[in-house]
C-alpha cells in the first residue's frame, strides 16, 4: 500500500521568479516544470 498523501494547491502571485525561490527554500527543492506563467512545484 502506498501512504504517500498529496495536496494540490494552485496560487496566483505577482512575480513567478520570486515564488519559485521563496517555495524552493521553504521545500529545499527546485520545481519540476516551469514555463513562462507557470511552475509545476515539487
Not at 494547491?9 to 527546485?30: G, K, L, P
Amino acid at each position: 500500500m502506498n501512504d504517500k498523501k498529496r495536496l494540490h494547491i494552485h496560487m496566483s502571485v505577482d512575480n513567478i521568479e520570486q515564488s519559485i525561490a521563496f517555495y524552493s527554500t521553504q521545500f529545499q527543492a527546485e520545481p519540476t516544470k516551469i514555463k513562462e506563467d507557470y511552475a509545476q512545484c515539487w
